[in-house]
């Protein structure tokens, strides 16, 4: 390994960039790996036994969201380590929304980032409860107006024209620029981001992206859906989805819900919530060089018009490759071996890793700010292997969250039944991909790493 001997870090030991000299564990990592030596698969934690009616009911089912988690286990933590009714949950990453639907389901209050544009709208949709027969007159009334659209004029959004024709044949193109001008006319809000997330969700079958693959795929043999049809069917599914959640959330909650509900479009590491508030985080996090989520989320993207330049746009995704390369040192130990041996096969790569995890480092010190003494913060995460190195992402996690402030609680072993995961990758490209074309397995099993914030006597 040859370095440029130009820094020491705490423990002496000369760095460049973010890696330091391979040298023996101090007593932190050589627990954490250990521990999770030690750690059996809990079986509690599988909810092999819940289908799609469980883990797609309320607004859980209302918009298809890549890596997100079912509910039944952020249900699970809230019932083990929330004891208070006034409760406040934090997910600094909360995707489609599914900690901050369960927080808001239950009565407590929700707070959160996103730095995805369309996932801060979806989970605004899937945490506001409508009255139900208001919003199912709404709907009704919209679905009248777009069956009869003769002289709308289409809104295509024409900064991305290029890309909407890359996906869209021409009449379809045409179909959902008028039914978005419509959308757009809707006066009340709530009700034009819940006809958004709709729009949105009917993207993908009515553009030519390969339907079975999240990556952006054409499949020119695909026949695309009818907009007015699919929209129709999906608009159904979301009004009875709101309607039970709408049900289930406390009165009070529903009618101040402005008091309850803080979620934000932001960056994981620097969140507007109060220092020490939070009582249990809920998360988690991206993956690096595993998922897009700017390209996954593209076609909402471009029709909603979240970012003028998708380049840019990929640059804020923490594990995107395009993210610009931080050049601190990492505190992981764990993490830093990895990078260094990945450094041997793959310098890209490899910095891509050590960013990853300084990012990671950072989200966790800003978890500790925000957390109540004798609160927690609970991180899902898989391993897995990249260019024939183990990503123990899992352990990096429990590793760093204890530099940050966290006393190591527990951690949960847990097998993932559904296919929520993809768990296969591509050993070329080291990305994601269907099973079907699988070279290497991804995650068969993953963790909850949980870290709590010691009271201060
Ligand atoms: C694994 S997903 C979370 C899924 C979520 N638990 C759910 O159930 O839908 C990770 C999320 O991290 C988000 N993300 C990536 N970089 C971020 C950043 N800098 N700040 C906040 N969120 C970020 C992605 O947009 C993605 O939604």
Same mark, same amino acid.
């Given at each position: 390994?040859?370095?440029?001997?130009?820094?020491?870090?705490?423990?002496?030991?000369?760095?460049?960039?973010?890696?330091?000299?391979?040298?023996?564990?101090?007593?932190?990592?050589?627990?954490?790996?250990?521990? *999770?030596?030690?750690?059996?698969?809990?079986?509690?934690?599988?909810?092999?036994?819940?289908?799609?009616?469980?883990?797609?009911?309320?607004?859980?089912?209302?918009?298809?969201?890549?890596?997100?988690?079912?509910?039944?286990?952020?249900?699970?933590? *809230?019932?083990?380590?929330?004891?208070?009714?006034?409760?406040?949950?934090?997910?600094?990453?909360?995707?489609?929304?599914?900690?901050?639907?369960?927080?808001?389901?239950?009565?407590?209050?929700?707070?959160?980032?996103?730095?995805?544009?369309?996932?801060?709208?979806?989970?605004?949709?899937?945490?506001?409860?409508?009255?139900?027969?208001?919003?199912?007159?709404?709907?009704?009334?919209?679905?009248?107006?777009?069956?009869?659209?003769?002289?709308?004029?289409?809104?295509?959004?024409?900064?991305?024209?290029?890309?909407?024709?890359?996906?869209?044949?021409?009449?379809?193109?045409?179909?959902?620029?008028?039914?978005?001008?419509?959308?757009?006319?809707?006066?009340?809000?709530?009700?034009?981001?819940?006809?958004?997330?709709?729009?949105?969700?009917?993207?993908?079958?009515?553009?030519?992206?390969?339907?079975?693959?999240?990556?952006?795929?054409?499949?020119?043999?695909?026949?695309?859906?009818?907009?007015?049809?699919?929209?129709?069917?999906?608009?159904?599914?979301?009004?009875?989805?709101?309607?039970?959640?709408?049900?289930?959330?406390?009165?009070?909650?529903?009618?101040?819900?402005?008091?309850?509900?803080?979620?934000?479009?932001?960056?994981?590491?620097?969140?507007?919530?109060?220092?020490?508030?939070?009582?249990?985080?809920?998360?988690?996090?991206?993956?690096?060089?595993?998922?897009?989520?700017?390209?996954?989320?593209?076609?909402?993207?471009?029709?909603?018009?979240?970012?003028?330049?998708?380049?840019?746009?990929?640059?804020?995704?923490?594990?995107?490759?395009?993210?610009?390369?931080?050049?601190?040192?990492?505190?992981?130990?764990?993490?830093?071996?990895?990078?260094?041996?990945?450094?041997?096969?793959?310098?890209?790569?490899?910095?891509?890793?050590?960013?990853?995890?300084?990012?990671?480092?950072?989200?966790?010190?800003?978890?500790?700010?925000?957390?109540?003494?004798?609160?927690?913060?609970?991180?899902?995460?898989?391993?897995?292997?990249?260019?024939?190195?183990?990503?123990?992402?899992?352990?990096?996690?429990?590793?760093?969250?204890?530099?940050?402030? *966290?006393?190591?609680?527990?951690?949960?072993?847990?097998?993932?039944?559904?296919?929520?995961?993809?768990?296969?990758?591509?050993?070329?490209?080291?990305?994601?991909?269907?099973?079907?074309?699988?070279?290497?397995?991804?995650?068969?099993?993953?963790?909850?790493?949980?870290?709590?914030?010691?009271?201060?006597?």
């Amino acid at each position: 390994m040859n370095f440029r001997r130009s820094h020491k870090d705490h423990r002496g030991r000369w760095y460049s960039g973010f890696m330091r000299e391979k040298s023996e564990f101090g007593d932190v990592a050589k627990s954490v790996l250990k521990l *999770f030596e030690k750690t059996q698969i809990d079986d509690r934690w599988s909810f092999a036994e819940c289908g799609r009616k469980e883990t797609g009911k309320w607004t859980h089912g209302h918009h298809r969201y890549t890596a997100k988690f079912n509910p039944q286990i952020v249900e699970k933590l *809230f019932d083990e380590y929330i004891t208070d009714g006034n409760a406040h949950i934090n997910d600094p990453f909360f995707g489609s929304g599914t900690t901050i639907v369960s927080a808001i389901a239950r009565g407590y209050r929700a707070s959160g980032t996103d730095i995805n544009g369309i996932a801060y709208l979806m989970t605004k949709v899937k945490s506001t409860p409508i009255e139900p027969l208001y919003l199912k007159e709404k709907v009704d009334r919209f679905l009248i107006r777009i069956k009869e659209m003769k002289d709308i004029v289409p809104e295509i959004p024409h900064q991305h024209l290029e890309r909407i024709n890359y996906w869209f044949d021409e009449p379809t193109k045409l179909e959902l620029g008028k039914i978005l001008r419509i959308i757009r006319e809707e006066s009340d809000t709530s009700v034009r981001d819940f006809l958004l997330v709709g729009f949105s969700h009917i993207l993908k079958s009515c553009s030519i992206w390969l339907q079975r693959s999240t990556k952006p795929t054409r499949d020119k043999q695909k026949v695309p859906r009818n907009p007015y049809n699919t929209l129709r069917l999906h608009l159904n599914k979301m009004l009875r989805g709101n309607e039970s959640f709408y049900k289930t959330v406390p009165t009070d909650v529903r009618s101040s819900l402005g008091e309850y509900l803080n979620i934000a479009l932001g960056d994981a590491r620097n969140q507007s919530v109060e220092d020490n508030s939070v009582d249990l985080i809920v998360s988690s996090s991206p993956y690096v060089t595993s998922y897009e989520y700017a390209d996954l989320h593209q076609l909402s993207t471009i029709w909603l018009d979240f970012t003028e330049d998708l380049k840019q746009y990929r640059t804020r995704f923490i594990g995107s490759s395009s993210r610009p390369k931080n050049r601190l040192v990492l505190r992981s130990e764990i993490a830093n071996d990895i990078v260094i041996e990945m450094n041997d096969k793959r310098k890209k790569l490899s910095e891509e890793i050590g960013s990853f995890f300084l990012d990671m480092e950072q989200v966790f010190v800003e978890c500790y700010r925000s957390l109540k003494s004798g609160g927690r913060c609970c991180f899902v995460i898989g391993n897995t292997t990249l260019k024939g190195v183990n990503i123990i992402n899992a352990q990096i996690f429990a590793e760093s969250i204890q530099y940050s402030g *966290f006393t190591l609680d527990r951690i949960i072993k847990r097998e993932i039944p559904s296919k929520i995961l993809p768990q296969t990758r591509d050993k070329k490209t080291g990305r994601f991909t269907a099973s079907c074309k699988a070279t290497s397995a991804a995650y068969p099993v993953e963790y909850i790493v949980i870290g709590e914030k010691m009271e201060i006597t």
